[in-house]
């Protein structure tokens, strides 16, 4: 590896080297968490994927061990794919992944530990019966992958979804299965759309309702309701339902894609993301890729390519219309040098340094008031894009909107590098409208990178007088949860500039009116632990 490693994480899940992409059949077992993932264990390209496999005691602390599965047999030698753990009723783990076979169609295949009482369950067999489920009919053979945790309904039936397509139909296909080893497709898909193409990486799991504790895939009941998730165009995008296992309907109430309710976990880099229930801690945990947007020769000069995001926690919103996330509670002791402030008025052009943290490896929790609603630009969410509403506004400019303000992130000292996270306040129908952009486009003076400018709407309550923005800085990501994790938006850059000690963070607003930051909390990040075995 180069000694040089401006862009190399702290305290974001990465193998040691080579590729990375999706998170496998994360689970808590034995006392001991596990995180597989999408690896090519002898280069920063994604070919010969396996499954890497490492483990931790606190999820943020982790031991990498030799990979789980990798391509050895004519139903997976062309690629372990992504997949997923169920932990069976005795509590032994199964995994189910996508295998590329011999003439590269895409089956599912089941793995078991060799020794289940080891709980890093350091080797895994083949099951003799794989492949399990085969692209038959009309299935597509080259779409047909990413099988979910298993669940078991009322009548002790085995269900689980493969993500696919027939024709220009997106779906997730149900299969069923008495003894988890012959698997049979219901003529129903749980779901399908025609707005999608291809789903990748389906997640299906119930969440409950007025909680903050995760519940585990089996359950289900008047207090609950499901979530699918499926990964398209880029982006994981969910929808909130009804499911009734005695019939497998999943009833929605909002389709993906709809207009002026396009729900995702995150509006800027992150993908093929997968949950599961941590039941010695009772909540639902989401893992997300975060892919590179540097070149694929700029991977190889590296040596890696791929991070994870900070592992969150994910719950249904207290209204019930969509998930919030947050860093799980752990991250708190990576935190040191607290760096704190109250009640700070920013005015017109106001740009601020937050010294004192090292602002490359940073985790920062501000808080603003909104300013007067009489003074700010209408407008109607449901009639603009906020993507392009961020690229056309932008963070320096003023229409007689409340801000732009926030932070700018891993800025250079003269602030020719800087990444701007910021809101925008509008109203409609005398309520507070919150845009969040994040700007990526002066991110770094190098060239031949993608810079794309990120943003999303942050669904407010009519009460709401504040907005906070917390966001995770850690070399070359800025992973930043709006509206107390409403709304998350993930970015990769790669400063020229503002690296290790040259990083530099600022509060800043540019709007007219002035702003208030009602508090404000930094910490520098330690350094994770991520050794081999
Ligand atoms: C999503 C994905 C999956 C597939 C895997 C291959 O990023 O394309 O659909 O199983 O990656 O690595």
Not at 157 to 179: C, E, H, P, T
Not at 362 to 375: G, Q, R, T, W, Y
Not at 413 to 421: G, I, M, P
Request: glycine letters at 6%; a neutral charge; charged letters at 20%.
């Amino acid at each position: 590896l180069p000694k040089e490693q401006p862009y190399r994480t702290a305290y974001h899940f990465q193998p040691l080297k080579n590729w990375m992409n999706d998170p496998n059949g994360p689970m808590y077992y034995k006392g001991v968490y596990h995180l597989f993932f999408q690896h090519n264990p002898y280069a920063p390209v994604p070919r010969n994927i396996a499954w890497g496999h490492s483990i931790s005691y606190d999820l943020v602390n982790w031991v990498h061990l030799e990979p789980a599965i990798s391509p050895s047999e004519p139903y997976d030698i062309n690629g372990c794919w992504s997949g997923s753990t169920t932990i069976l009723p005795r509590g032994k783990p199964a995994i189910l992944y996508t295998g590329v076979d011999l003439n590269n169609s895409q089956v599912q295949n089941l793995a078991m530990p060799k020794n289940a009482s080891d709980p890093f369950l350091r080797e895994w067999v083949k099951s003799p019966h794989n492949p399990l489920m085969s692209p038959v009919d009309d299935i597509d053979r080259s779409d047909f992958r990413d099988p979910t945790t298993a669940w078991q309904g009322p009548d002790k039936v085995w269900r689980v979804i493969i993500g696919g397509r027939i024709n220009a139909l997106g779906m997730a296909f149900l299969y069923q299965s008495k003894d988890f080893v012959n698997w049979t497709r219901s003529n129903k898909p749980l779901h399908s759309s025609t707005k999608t193409g291809m789903w990748e990486c389906p997640d299906f799991y119930p969440v409950r309702i007025n909680s903050q504790n995760g519940i585990n895939n089996f359950a289900q009941d008047k207090f609950t309701k499901h979530v699918l998730k499926a990964s398209f165009n880029g982006q994981d995008h969910y929808i909130l339902g009804n499911y009734i296992p005695q019939t497998d309907n999943f009833s929605i109430e909002y389709d993906f894609m709809e207009t002026g309710f396009d729900l995702r976990y995150d509006y800027g880099k992150f993908y093929a993301s997968k949950t599961f229930y941590d039941s010695a801690k009772k909540r639902r945990i989401l893992w997300g890729w975060v892919a590179e947007s540097d070149t694929a020769l700029d991977a190889i000069i590296k040596g890696w390519a791929g991070i994870q995001s900070f592992p969150r926690s994910i719950v249904l919103s207290a209204n019930g219309r969509q998930l919030v996330q947050w860093p799980i509670n752990e991250i708190e002791k990576l935190r040191t040098n607290n760096v704190s402030f109250e009640g700070k008025e920013l005015e017109q052009g106001s740009v601020f340094e937050v010294s004192g943290i090292t602002a490359s490896q940073a985790d920062v929790e501000v808080s603003f008031d909104l300013p007067n609603l009489s003074e700010t630009e209408s407008i109607d969410p449901n009639q603009v894009d906020p993507q392009q509403l961020c690229s056309q506004k932008g963070a320096s400019t003023n229409n007689g909107t409340g801000g732009p303000f926030g932070l700018l992130a891993l800025a250079s000292k003269d602030l020719t590098e800087q990444t701007a996270v910021y809101f925008r306040i509008f109203k409609r129908d005398g309520k507070h409208v919150v845009l969040m952009c994040s700007d990526q486009s002066r991110s770094s003076l190098r060239e031949g990178l993608e810079k794309p400018i990120y943003g999303a709407f942050v669904n407010m309550d009519p009460n709401d007088r504040k907005i906070s923005l917390r966001s995770l800085i850690d070399h070359s990501i800025i992973e930043n949860y709006g509206g107390e994790g409403r709304t998350c938006i993930t970015a990769r850059v790669y400063p020229k500039l503002a690296i290790d000690k040259e990083a530099h963070l600022y509060v800043f607003n540019n709007g007219t009116l002035n702003v208030r930051i009602s508090k404000l909390n930094a910490w520098s990040m330690k350094r994770a632990q991520l050794v081999p075995y």
